[in-house]
C-alpha cells in the first residue's frame, strides 16, 4: 500500500511516481541532515566569511516551486540571521535584473533549482556576475548532472548543495524535491551555528509526517471526494509560501480542473473574498505563532458565521483550535509542534496540500506522473519547461 492505495491501482492511473515521491519525504529529509551534519564544517567555512561582510544582502530565488522555497523561508531566516534576506523569483529577475540587483551591494544569490537546470536560474546566475560587483553564489539543486551542480564560478565565490538522490524525482509535480531545498533553507543558521541543535527539530518533523503519511490520508481521500472545483489557500507570514505552494500543486495535479489560488487571512478581505462560491473550498493554514494566529483565527470566525459565505472551510492547525468552525479539519498532534518556528510547520502542511492534489487528480482520472503530454518524463526531469531563448544584457 502507498498513502492508502494498491501500488498496481496507482500505476494503471500513472500516479505511481507522484505517490512514492510524497511518500519519501521523511527519508529524504532524514539523509540531507545527515549530509549537512556531515559537511558542516565546509558549508561553515563559505557561508561565516559570507554572512560576516558589512552590508550584505541574500536573495533567494527559484522559479515555480523552487520559488516558494524562499517565499516559504526569507522571514525565518531573516530573524534567525540577523540579515537582510528577499525572496524574489527568478522569472522576475531574469526579465528586469536591474530591478533587484545593485552594483555596489555584496550579495549572496541563494538558488533552488530541481533539475538544475532552469533557464531562469541559470541565466540570473550570469546577470548577477555582471551587474553586481561583490557577489557569492550558493547553488541548491537536486540534480547532481545539472548545470547548477556543476557550474564553477570561483571557489570562494561560489559553493553547491546536491540533495539527497530520493528528492530527485522524476514526476512532473514537484513534491520531496519542494520539501527538501526548503529544509536545506530552513537548516543554513545551524550550518553556521556551533551549537547546533537541529537533530530535535528534525526528529519532530520526520514522526510527525509518517503519521500524517499512515494515518491522515483516507481524511485527505474524503475531502477529494468532494465536487468542489474552486480552492483558495490561506497562510500568513511564512505560511503564506506555504499557501503559494498548495495552490500551484492542486493547479498543476488537476490541469487546472480546479481552479487554485492564494491569498493571506488579512489579504482576503481586500478582493480575494470574490473568488468564493459554493463550490469552493477556503484551505486555511494556521500558523503556531501565538500573535499571529489571532489573525487567522478572527478571520475562520468571521467566514464561519457569515451566512452569505457559501463555501466549506478546511483546517490545518497545529493543534486543534476550531473545530467546530470547520467542514474539515486536520489537526498535527505532536506535542512538540508549538516549540518550532513557524516555518517549519510548511513541511508538514505541505503534506496534506500535495495529497489532495494527487488524490483530487485521481478522483479526475488525470495522470498526475505525466501532466504535460508534450514532453516524456525523461525530459520533464530536465526542467518542467524546457528550454527557451535566454537574452544577452
Not at 509560501?241 to 487571512?265: D, I, M, P
Request: proline share 2%.
Amino acid at each position: 500500500m502507498l498513502l492508502g492505495f494498491d501500488e498496481e491501482f496507482l500505476k494503471e492511473r500513472n500516479a505511481y511516481i507522484t505517490a512514492s515521491a510524497i511518500a519519501s519525504q521523511p527519508k529524504a529529509w532524514k539523509e540531507l541532515f545527515g549530509y549537512l551534519i556531515k559537511n558542516k564544517e565546509d558549508f561553515k567555512k563559505f557561508l561565516d566569511p559570507v554572512f560576516q561582510t558589512k552590508n550584505v544582502k541574500i536573495i533567494l530565488t527559484g522559479a515555480g516551486s523552487s520559488a516558494f522555497v524562499g517565499d516559504c523561508s526569507a522571514g525565518y531566516l531573516r530573524r534567525a540571521l540577523g540579515l537582510d534576506v528577499e525572496s524574489i523569483d527568478s522569472t522576475d529577475i531574469a526579465a528586469a535584473p536591474e530591478n533587484y540587483f545593485l552594483k555596489d551591494r555584496p550579495t549572496l544569490l541563494i538558488s533552488y533549482s530541481k533539475s538544475g537546470n532552469s533557464p531562469e536560474s541559470l541565466a540570473v546566475i550570469q546577470e548577477a556576475q555582471q551587474l553586481i560587483n561583490n557577489i557569492y553564489f550558493l547553488n541548491v539543486t537536486c540534480n547532481k548532472e545539472g548545470q547548477l551542480a556543476k557550474m564553477k564560478i570561483g571557489q570562494e565565490r561560489s559553493m553547491s548543495l546536491v540533495l539527497p538522490e530520493e528528492a530527485n524525482d522524476s514526476a512532473y509535480a514537484a513534491t520531496v524535491s519542494f520539501t527538501t531545498m526548503l529544509l536545506a533553507n530552513l537548516l543554513l543558521p545551524y550550518l553556521v551555528d556551533k551549537k547546533c541543535g537541529a537533530d530535535d527539530i528534525l526528529q519532530i518533523l520526520v514522526n510527525e509526517s509518517k503519521r500524517i503519511l499512515n494515518e491522515d490520508c483516507d481524511k485527505i481521500k474524503n475531502i477529494a471526494e468532494e465536487s468542489y472545483d474552486r480552492l483558495h489557500f490561506l497562510g500568513s507570514g511564512s505560511l503564506k509560501g506555504c499557501a503559494r505552494e498548495a495552490a500551484l500543486k492542486s493547479l498543476e495535479l488537476t490541469q487546472g480542473t480546479v481552479n487554485a489560488t492564494y491569498s493571506s487571512f488579512l489579504g482576503l478581505r481586500h478582493g480575494q473574498k470574490f473568488v468564493i462560491n459554493d463550490k469552493t473550498i477556503l484551505g486555511c493554514f494556521v500558523s503556531n505563532n501565538a500573535y499571529t494566529q489571532k489573525y487567522d483565527l478572527d478571520l475562520i470566525d468571521e467566514i464561519s458565521h457569515n451566512k452569505m459565505y457559501k463555501g466549506k472551510i478546511l483546517l490545518f492547525e497545529p493543534k486543534a483550535l476550531r473545530t467546530e468552525e470547520a467542514d474539515y479539519v486536520v489537526s498535527l498532534e505532536n506535542k512538540d509542534i508549538n516549540n518550532l518556528d513557524e516555518a517549519f510547520l510548511t513541511l508538514l502542511y505541505a503534506l496534506y496540500a500535495q495529497m489532495l492534489g494527487l488524490f483530487k487528480s485521481i478522483k479526475l482520472g488525470i495522470k498526475s506522473d505525466n501532466l504535460d503530454p508534450a514532453f516524456s518524463i525523461e525530459e520533464q526531469a530536465y526542467g518542467v519547461v524546457g528550454k527557451f531563448k535566454i537574452y544577452n544584457l
